[in-house]
């Protein structure tokens, strides 16, 4: 199959997302909170979309950029340390860059970190140089040690990174993170960060010719829509009048509010859409400060 018999002219959008682990359902909780509803085939290979014209297609997360780059899925939820590394490999073989990142969608999150042993005394880069770095991440690993200007060797693994330098197969390592259980329990210690990585929706560099376009398009906005609000509150509450600074002092993640003056009065009613946290510490700093009746809503749908 080319990549014109496969893409062009279709009238569905397919995303692929992972089959099975750290990213399979947060995507499809988020593509259901975007309004997409499915059918699974028998083989759970496939769901196909009832709410839209948009199909899953369940796979290993490192098969998604290229099944993007061939044309054979539209878009995909993949790890940006993936989406990286292929993009990397690609540009070392000289290919052009077919896919690219389009959204971060804020979750599974970690780090592509530089480990060594928990007895080194960590100086910095060059103290890698001649050194054997195990990683399943070459590329990305290429590129920082050309960028740091230092010479060490790649081994390049296919998993079990972590146990390399136990082996006697290499002096530090280069992996995925996120709370450096795995690096403890294999007596390694991170020292340094070369990629912050979390899900991202991965599509095509050229934009679709057809309906396509559309489609990506609305998801893109209802996406945008839910990611905006994922841990946003809808705040209500009164306020007199010369509080009124003090009070907004405390809600520097609010968007502007929309208030009225209660008949009457000094007093302000009062909503915020606030994006961080609305704790109790919150509340009772907002209730000193002068505000009155607080109450914190869910938003379950926002369109801007
Ligand atoms: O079968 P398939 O190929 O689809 O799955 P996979 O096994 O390759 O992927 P999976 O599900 O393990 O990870 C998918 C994506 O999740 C990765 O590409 C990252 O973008 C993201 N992610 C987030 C992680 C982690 N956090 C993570 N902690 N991927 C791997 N890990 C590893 C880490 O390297 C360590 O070995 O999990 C282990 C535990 O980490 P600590 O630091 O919490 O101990
Ligand atoms: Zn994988």
New binding site residues.
Partial sequence: MTTATTSAGRDRLRIAI??????SEPARALLASAGLSWRESRDKLFCYGESLPVDLLLV???DIPGLIADGVCDLGVV????LLEQAGERAEAGKPAVFREWRALGF???RLSIAVPEGWDWQGPAQLAGKRIATTYPNQLRAWLRVQGVEAEIVVLNGSV?IAPRLGQADAIC?????????AANQLKPVLDILR?E?VLAGPVAPFGDVRAELADLLLRRMDGVLRIRDSKLLLFQSPREALPQVLQLLPDAEPPTMCAVDGSETLALQALCHGAMTWQRLEDLKRAGARGLMVLPVERMLA
Avoid: I, M, P
């Fill in positions: 992972q089959k099975n682990g750290r990213l290993r997360d490192d790890g940006r340390n993936v599974g999150g970690c972590e992996d995925l993170v996120s709370s450096g259980a795995t690096l990585s899900a």
